[in-house]
């Protein structure tokens, strides 16, 4: 296989995947819109179940790290990923019903979407929010049956010391992803607030920003994801195809 035959994989590059437009129906009876792509070759060897950056601030289930799991992982890592507006927010897949609710009437949104994973039978699901996602992995993922949670730049506004405290006996994994710029929560406050939690791994990212702009600094966050969901798949090709994933047969 020569370069010419090789794409390489940078922001717009979308690798094969069964992409399915999916809605999800909360406990209060509102519709949440959303995709589910899975590997083309494979069954998925686990699940992301990715929850979004504010709404109110322009996050939604194309925030940029979010939207790039779902178009590489499938194929370079054997991923299932669940992408999904929380109630009242807008991207281009459509509106999801309902208003924002501070984090709080977003547990109904949790629950339908872990739901969802168990109706499916998809495997292994581990939440992996971003900014205000982690809040919402944070307050409500130990309700449900997660093999573990990523935190990209949580802030810890809104998860109390209390929801906090919970997983300090939860026998699930916990990745801390901070980047050495957070606008939020710095490393040196980030191992304040999460001392004490016995199955936290804090990573520590020298150079990164909240919203992790650029290549090197979103490669470095799906890294991380694969490293605590799917290690095996590590390293992740920088270029499709890729001699080390396998290919379906034309």
Not at 41 to 55: F, G, K
């Amino acid at each position: 296989m020569t370069d010419e035959t090789m794409t390489e994989i940078r922001a717009g590059v979308e690798l094969p995947a069964h992409r399915e437009q999916i809605e999800l129906r909360t406990s209060d009876g509102l519709r949440l819109v959303g995709e589910l792509a899975t590997p083309v070759d494979r069954p998925p060897v686990a699940t992301l179940v990715t929850l979004h950056p504010l709404p109110t601030a322009g996050g939604f289930m194309d925030s940029h790290i979010i939207r790039k799991a779902a178009a590489r992982l499938p194929a370079l890592a054997g991923l299932a990923v669940l992408r999904f507006n929380t109630r009242g927010t807008v991207s281009p897949r459509g509106r999801s019903e309902g208003a924002f609710g501070e984090g709080l009437a977003e547990r109904a949104d949790v629950a339908a979407a872990m739901r969802f994973v168990e109706e499916r039978g998809l495997p292994v699901p581990w939440l992996v929010g971003w900014s205000f996602g982690t809040e919402l992995a944070l307050k409500y993922g130990l309700e449900h049956g997660i093999a573990g949670a990523v935190l990209l730049s949580p802030p810890l506004h809104r998860t109390t010391d209390e929801e906090l405290a919970r997983w300090r006996s939860a026998p699930v994994p916990l990745v801390a992803i901070i980047p050495e710029h957070d606008d939020y929560l710095k490393p040196a406050e980030a191992a304040e607030r999460f001392a004490g939690l016995p199955h936290l791994t804090r990573i520590d990212v020298e150079g990164g920003k909240h919203l992790w702009v650029g290549e090197s600094q979103t490669r470095r966050v799906l890294e991380e994801i694969v490293r605590a969901v799917n290690p095996a798949a590590l390293p992740l090709p920088t270029h499709w195809p890729a001699a080390s994933v396998a290919q379906p047969e034309a």
